[in-house]
């Protein structure tokens, strides 16, 4: 028979799960929301959701939300790059890169978004290549 504790536990692992899953609904959507609002109003739209991931990824240290940061920041550096802000988007792209590199075992989405971000950095840093 369980222990209270023991369910003390599993309902906070349980909840913990939610939020970081209620963090990630329709996160895709927003973040390419944030691109368009931020081509319209020639404003970052981004930095409020890259805080809130930043804020549950704090908590849960789940690696989907940190997917998520890394692709929010490589969707600002195309922004930033569109806009010839190559400085700022020069240092999202290498947040993102540092971000995926600390993945101790990266899947292949991490993998294919890692390669993005590399390859639109070579664009500042020729010398990469």
Do not use: C
């Not at 895709?28 to 890259?50: G, N, R, V």
């Not at 920041?73 to 190559?86: G, H």
């Not at 020069?90 to 971000?99: C, F, K, N, P, S």
């Amino acid at each position: 028979m369980p222990t209270k504790l023991t369910i003390l536990v599993i309902l906070g692992f349980a909840f913990s799960s939610l939020q970081a899953q209620h963090v990630l609904d329709s996160i895709e959507t927003k973040i390419l929301a944030a691109y368009s609002q931020s081509k319209q109003t020639k404003s970052d739209q981004f930095a409020p959701i890259i805080n809130t991931l930043e804020e549950a990824y704090q908590k849960d240290n789940d690696q989907k939300i940190n997917y998520w940061i890394a692709f929010a920041e490589y969707r600002a550096a195309i922004l930033f790059l569109n806009a010839d802000m190559d400085k700022q988007s020069l240092e999202v792209l290498d947040r993102g890169i540092e971000r995926l590199k600390a993945v101790e075992t990266p899947n292949s989405e991490d993998l294919a978004l890692h390669g993005s971000m590399v390859s639109l950095s070579i664009n500042f840093q020729p010398e990469l290549a």
